[in-house]
C-alpha cells in the first residue's frame, strides 16, 4: 500500500471512530485545503450536526450572555444560552487563524470532559501557520491525508454503540506499551498517551469488543503519535517495553503479555505515517518539544483592540460604537420616571442623553529588527553579542510592548532566524546555534528587513530596523562579489526605507569606525552608532537610549 | 459537571503540591504561580485543591462570604444572617471574563425593571475568603492584570462607576498557571504572587505510567478510585487544620530573620516581599511538617520556589534562577 493510500485509510478510519464516539474521543484537526476533498472528508462527520464557529466568535455566543433584544422586548433580563452549555459539537472554521486566548478557553470546555467535541479546521499553507497548541495539543486526531484521494473511498461508516468505550478493559501492559512509545517518540506531554487509550478505547468498543486488543492499539497510537512525534525512536534502544510495573500480578488477566517484537511493529507503525520533518531530523534533537503553532508573540498579530476605556456620552455618528449595555445602565435608573411622563409606552424610554459610546485607547506594539552581519571572522563575537543583547531586551521589555525579530546576513544570503516574538523561552531556543563565515550581502541583509518591517507594519507594529554590521559590504544583490555594487546596492535599500518611513539605527562594529556606514545611516534617515567591541551590555544600553526604548 | 481528579492521585509534581498545600495553611503567603509545559497536570492540580481546602463558616446570604453578620458590607441585602458551614471557594477566572464580571457592576435587571440603583457583585467578591484561580494567566487581557494587581494588594475591591460607590472586602489567594511560551508575565503581577513553581513532564517512564494508570483508573473506575483517594485527601486535609493551629506558636529563631535577609541581598531581590514571603512559607512549611522550631532546612526547602519569580532575570544565564538561588542559599547558610 502506497503511503497515500495508507494516509487516506487512517483518516477514514479516525473520522469513522470520531463519528462513533465524538464527545468521548473530544475531536480533531483536520489539516486540508478547502477543496472537493475536503467536503468529502466533512461529509462523513454530517451526521453529527455540527455547529459552526469562526475564530472571532465572541464569548457572548459561546458562553452565553444578555440577549439585548430579548431583554428590550421583555423589560427583565433575558440571558441566551451559551453554545457550551450542553454537550457542543463544534466545527471551527479557519482554526489556523485562532488566537490563543480563544484556544485556551476551547481547550478549558475539553478539560472538562462533558462531551464537547471540537471539529478544528485547518487550512495553513505554511509549517508555522497552525491551530495553536493548546487546542491541538487537546484533540487525539491530526487528519491531512497526502496525495490524490483514492477512488471510491469512504469513511468507515459509524455503527451503533454495541459497548460503552468507558468500560472497555485494558490491562496493565496496554498503558506501559501505550506509554513507552509516547517517549520513544519524544512525546512529552502526558496527554497524548492518554488520549491513545482513548482512541483505542473507543476502536475497541467500535469492533464490539470488550477488552483491548493488539490491533486496537495499533490503530491508537498510528492516529494519535505521529503528528505529535519530535524524534524517531533509535534502534539500538532495545527497552521497547519498559520494566514491568509491580501492580502486574495484581491483575490478574496477564494473559497475553507484550513482549518486543509486538512493540516493535507498533514503533513501526509509527514511524511509517511520521511526517516528513521529523524524518528530516528538522527536530533538533535535545529540545524534546516542538512549537507546531506560534507562540503568543507572533500570534498576536494586528493590534489588541486596545484597552476599554470607560464609555462616554456621546453621539452616535456612524464612526464610533455604542456601548449598549452601558447605554442600558445610563437608562435604567430613569425609567419609573419616563415612565409617568410617558404613561402610552409600557416600553424602555431611551433618550439622545443615555447614548454612551464605546472608546479604546489602542497602543502600538513596537517591533525590533535586528539585522545582523554574520560574516567572516568576527561573526561568532558580533553573534553572540547580538543573541546577548536580543535577551536583554526581551528581558527588559516586558514593561514596554516590545517585540524583536532577527536577520542574519552572511554568504549569498540573509535570512530570518527568529521571526518577531515577545516569548523569552521561545527566542532562547532559537538563539541556541547560529551559523557564521561567508561574504557581506549588507543589501540582502537590508532588504530582508525592509520586507519583515513592511509586513509587520501591515499587521499593527511599528517597526524600527537595526543594523549591526562591520559595513565592508561585497556582496551585491544580484549575489556577485563586487564591492561597489554591494555598496550601491545597499545605498538603495537604504534609500528604500527611508522612504517607507522605517526607523532605523545603523551600529558599526568595525575595529575603526567607517564613514561608510555613517553615510548608510544618513541615507536612511537613521541614527549612527559606532561601537567598537561592543558586548551584550553596552549593545542594550546603545540601543535603549538611541530607540528611547 | 464531574468531579476533580484527587490531589493526593497527582504523581510526582511534589514542589507544586508543597506550594498548594502551604497557601491552604497560610493563605497570607499570597498565592501559587505553575508555569510549566503542557500536559503536566498544572490545571488538574488546581482544580483538585478545591477538595483539600478546610470549609470555612461564613454567613449564609453574604456576598462576600462574611465570616459574621457585623462584616458583611452596608449594600448587601441580607436575607437569612445564619452562619452556615460552606466550601472554601475556589473561583475559576475566565479568560475572557469582562471587567463587569470581574469587579461588579449596576444590577441591570433591578434598575431596568424597578429602577434601582443596586450592586450586583462579581467575581472578585465571591472569592472572597478563598482562591481565584486564573488558568493561562499570562494571557490574560492587561487591563484585568490592572485590576487584580490592585486588588490583590489591598485586599478590597474599590468600585466606583455608573454612579456606584461601593466596596468590599477581597481577600483571595491568587492561584495562576501557565505555559511560558506563550508569553511571559509582567513582573508587577509576578511579585504579587507568593511562590512560583515550574512543572515539568516526568522523565521517568514508570512514573509516567503511573500516571496513565491513575488518569485511566479514574475514569474508567470512578466509584472505587474516588474512595481510595478521598480518604488520603482527608488525611492531607487534617495535616491542613492542625497545621494552622500550630503555625502561631511556632518559634522563629532571630539567626532565622537574619537568615532570610543574607539570603535575599545576596540575590539582589527587589523589595522586601522576598523576604516576607520566605520567612512566611517556611513557617507555614515548619508547621506542616509538625515542628515547633524554624529551622534552616526549611529556609533550603523552600527558598527556589518563594524567590525565583523575584530575581532580576538574567537571560544570558542558562542555568534558570533555580540553580542560582540554591547556589547563593548554600553559600549563606553554609
Redesign the interface.
Known amino acids: 500500500m502506497t503511503p497515500q493510500t495508507e494516509s487516506w485509510n487512517l483518516a477514514a478510519l479516525g473520522l469513522g471512530l470520531l463519528s462513533f464516539a465524538p464527545g468521548y474521543l473530544g475531536g480533531a484537526i483536520i489539516r486540508m485545503r478547502a477543496s472537493p476533498q475536503r467536503d468529502e472528508v466533512l461529509r462523513a462527520l454530517e451526521p453529527l450536526n455540527a455547529h459552526r464557529i469562526h475564530p472571532n466568535i465572541s464569548?457572548e455566543h459561546l458562553?452565553g450572555g444578555?440577549d439585548l433584544a430579548a431583554?428590550l422586548k421583555s423589560?427583565?433580563?433575558v440571558d441566551f444560552k451559551g453554545l457550551f452549555d450542553d454537550h457542543f459539537i463544534a466545527i471551527l472554521s479557519m482554526a489556523e487563524r485562532c488566537s490563543?486566548?480563544l484556544a485556551?478557553?476551547l481547550g478549558?470546555q475539553l478539560?472538562?470532559?462533558?462531551g464537547h467535541c471540537i471539529l478544528a479546521l485547518d487550512e495553513g499553507a505554511e509549517e508555522e501557520e497552525a491551530t495553536p497548541?493548546?487546542l491541538s495539543?487537546r484533540l487525539p486526531f491530526h487528519i491531512s491525508p497526502i496525495g490524490k484521494m483514492p477512488v471510491g473511498w469512504r469513511p468507515v461508516p459509524a455503527g451503533t454503540a454495541l459497548v460503552d468505550p468507558?468500560?472497555?478493559r485494558?490491562s496493565?501492559d496496554d498503558?506501559?506499551t501505550?506509554?513507552?512509545l509516547?517517549?520513544q517518540f519524544g512525546i512529552?506531554?502526558?496527554?497524548?498517551?492518554?488520549l491513545a487509550?482513548r482512541v483505542a478505547r473507543a476502536h475497541a468498543a467500535f469492533s464490539g469488543h470488550k477488552k483491548l486488543d493488539q490491533r486496537d492499539i495499533e490503530v491508537a497510537v498510528s492516529l494519535v503519535y505521529p503528528q505529535r512525534a519530535t524524534q524517531i525512536p533509535s534502534d539500538v534502544e532495545p527497552d521497547t517495553t519498559?520494566?514491568l510495573?509491580p501492580?502486574t500480578g495484581a491483575e490478574p488477566n496477564a494473559d497475553t503479555p507484550r513482549d518486543i517484537p509486538e512493540g516493535d511493529m507498533l514503533v513501526d507503525a509509527v514511524r511509517a505515517l511520521l511526517p516528513p520533518h521529523v524524518l528530516a531530523g528538522l527536530v533538533p534533537t535535545g529540545t524534546a518539544?516542538r512549537?507546531t503553532g506560534q507562540?503568543?508573540?507572533q500570534k498576536r498579530k494586528g493590534n489588541?483592540r486596545g484597552?476599554?476605556l470607560?464609555s462616554r456620552p456621546g453621539r452616535l455618528d456612524g464612526r464610533n460604537r455604542i456601548d449598549l449595555?452601558?447605554t442600558?445602565?445610563?437608562a435604567?435608573?430613569?425609567?419609573?420616571?419616563r415612565r409617568k411622563q410617558n404613561a402610552l409606552s409600557s416600553k424602555?424610554l431611551i433618550r439622545p442623553s443615555d447614548i454612551r459610546l464605546k472608546r479604546y485607547q489602542e497602543q502600538s506594539d513596537r517591533l525590533l529588527i535586528f539585522a545582523v552581519d554574520a560574516s567572516g571572522s568576527a561573526a561568532v563575537s558580533r553573534l553572540n553579542e547580538a543573541k546577548?543583547a536580543i535577551?536583554?531586551l526581551?528581558?527588559q521589555a516586558?514593561?514596554d510592548r516590545d517585540h524583536v525579530a532577527l536577520i542574519s546576513f552572511r554568504g549569498l544570503d540573509a535570512e530570518i532566524l527568529l521571526p518577531p516574538t515577545?516569548?523569552?523561552?521561545?527566542t532562547?531556543r532559537r538563539l541556541a546555534n547560529l551559523p557564521g563565515g561567508g561574504g557581506t550581502p549588507l543589501a540582502t541583509g537590508l532588504q530582508q528587513a525592509l520586507l519583515l518591517a513592511l509586513q509587520s507594519r501591515g499587521k499593527g507594529l511599528t517597526p524600527t530596523v537595526i543594523a549591526l554590521t562591520d559595513g565592508r559590504a561585497n556582496i551585491a544583490l544580484d549575489g556577485s562579489a563586487d564591492r561597489a555594487r554591494a555598496s550601491a546596492d545597499a545605498g538603495k535599500v537604504a534609500q528604500l526605507i527611508r522612504s517607507h518611513g522605517i526607523s532605523s539605527l545603523v551600529i558599526d562594529m568595525s575595529a575603526r569606525p567607517q564613514s561608510g556606514l555613517e553615510a548608510l545611516a544618513l541615507e536612511c534617515d537613521g541614527s549612527y552608532l559606532a561601537l567598537p567591541r561592543a558586548d551584550?551590555q553596552t549593545l542594550t544600553g546603545a540601543v535603549s537610549v538611541a530607540l528611547g526604548v | 459537571m464531574k468531579t476533580p481528579f484527587p490531589f493526593s492521585a497527582i504523581v510526582g509534581q511534589t514542589a507544586m503540591k508543597q506550594a498548594m498545600i502551604l497557601t491552604a495553611v497560610d493563605p497570607g503567603i499570597g498565592g501559587v504561580l505553575v508555569f510549566g509545559d503542557r500536559g503536566t497536570g498544572k490545571s488538574t492540580a488546581v482544580r483538585a485543591l478545591a477538595a483539600l481546602l478546610p470549609p470555612i463558616r461564613v454567613v449564609e446570604t453574604c456576598p462576600v462570604n462574611s465570616p459574621r453578620s457585623a462584616d458583611c458590607p452596608d449594600w448587601a441585602e441580607l436575607g437569612s444572617k445564619k452562619l452556615v458551614t460552606r466550601p472554601t471557594p475556589v473561583i475559576d477566572l475566565p479568560l475572557g471574563a469582562t471587567e463587569d464580571r470581574v469587579v461588579g457592576a449596576l444590577d441591570i435587571e433591578r434598575a431596568l425593571t424597578r429602577g434601582e440603583k443596586a450592586f450586583e457583585p462579581g467575581l472578585l467578591a465571591r472569592a472572597n475568603r478563598g482562591y481565584l484561580y486564573i488558568d493561562e494567566v499570562n494571557l490574560l487581557e492587561d487591563h484585568i492584570v490592572d485590576l487584580l494587581l490592585d486588588v490583590a494588594q489591598s485586599g478590597e475591591n474599590v468600585v466606583e462607576r455608573e454612579g456606584l460607590s461601593i466596596r468590599h472586602p477581597a481577600r483571595f489567594v491568587l492561584v495562576g498557571s501557565g505555559n511560558p511560551e506563550e508569553g511571559e508575565l509582567r513582573p508587577q503581577l509576578l511579585d504579587r504572587f507568593g511562590l512560583s513553581v515550574e512543572v515539568r513532564s516526568p522523565d521517568e517512564i514508570g512514573e509516567r505510567v503511573e500516571v496513565i494508570r491513575r488518569r485511566d483508573a479514574f475514569e474508567s473506575d470512578h466509584a472505587a478510585f474516588m474512595e481510595t483517594y478521598s480518604a488520603e485527601d482527608a488525611k492531607i486535609r487534617d495535616t491542613i487544620l492542625k497545621a494552622r493551629k500550630r503555625l502561631p506558636r511556632l518559634v522563629t529563631p532571630d539567626g532565622i530573620l537574619e537568615d532570610c535577609a543574607a539570603i535575599c541581598i545576596a540575590l539582589g531581590s527587589d523589595g522586601l516581599r522576598g523576604e516576607l514571603t520566605l520567612l512566611r512559607t517556611a513557617r507555614a512549611l515548619a508547621a506542616y511538617q509538625g515542628k515547633r522550631k524554624l529551622n534552616r532546612d526549611h529556609l533550603r526547602e523552600i527558598a527556589p520556589s518563594a524567590l525565583s519569580h523575584r530575581l532580576r532575570r538574567d537571560p544570558l544565564d542558562e542555568a534558570g534562577s533555580g540553580t542560582r538561588i540554591g547556589r547563593v542559599v548554600e553559600e549563606v547558610l553554609g
Not at chain 1, 188 to 194: E, K, W
Open positions: 464569548d458562553f444578555l431583554t423589560d427583565h433580563i490563543t486566548e485556551a478557553k478549558h478539560d472538562l470532559d462533558v497548541p493548546a495539543e468507558q468500560s472497555v485494558c496493565i498503558l506501559n501505550v506509554t513507552a509516547a517517549s512529552d506531554s502526558m496527554r497524548a498517551p492518554l487509550l519498559p520494566a510495573e501492580e518539544r512549537s507562540g503568543a508573540g489588541r484597552r476599554p470607560p449595555v452601558a442600558l445602565r445610563a435604567a435608573p430613569w425609567q419609573p420616571i424602555l546577548g535577551e536583554l526581551l528581558a516586558y514593561a515577545r516569548s523569552l523561552v521561545q532562547k551584550a
